[in-house]
């Protein structure tokens, strides 16, 4: 039987690999591209994510935190890389999300919550 920590572990995998293989469970597929990218900014912030991450990816990923319920990340992602580079990005911003992403796990926390509400999401049968 598959565990939630099962399922974390496999999103983190499927994350650094960069590819989810065919017949992932939804919401195991969204973890792992939110955690491409989750883990990226984590280790060298937005502009080293941007030089390693594609845009495809970024676009994945702002849907993933979506699905997670993380909606203020999300838009500020979306919004930063696209402007990322441009005279308009604003730094504020910038350092808004890094502190957003890494204060506490809300990644972790809002993939608990939403295995909690649709375990099938994720390959999880209910208890």
């Known amino acids: 039987m598959t565990s939630v920590d099962d399922v974390y572990e496999r999103a983190v995998d499927f994350g650094a690999d960069g590819e989810v293989p065919a017949g992932t469970p939804i919401g195991t597929a969204h973890l792992s591209h939110v955690m491409r990218v989750y883990n990226s900014i ?6 080293s994510a941007v030089a390693v991450v594609e845009p495809d990816e970024f676009e994945r990923a702002v849907a993933g ?4 319920g ?26 808004g999300l890094e502190e ?6 809300p990644v972790s926390d809002a993939f608990a919550t939403k295995a909690a509400e649709i375990p099938s999401d994720f390959g999880l049968t209910s208890s």
């Open 42 to 47: 984590l280790g060298g912030g937005l502009g």
């Open 65 to 68: 935190f979506r699905y997670l």
């Open 70 to 95: 993380l909606r203020e990340i999300a838009d500020l992602l979306a919004r930063l890389v696209e402007s990322y580079g441009r005279p308009e990005h604003d730094f504020r911003e910038q350092r």
């Open 100 to 105: 957003l992403l890494s204060s506490g796990d």
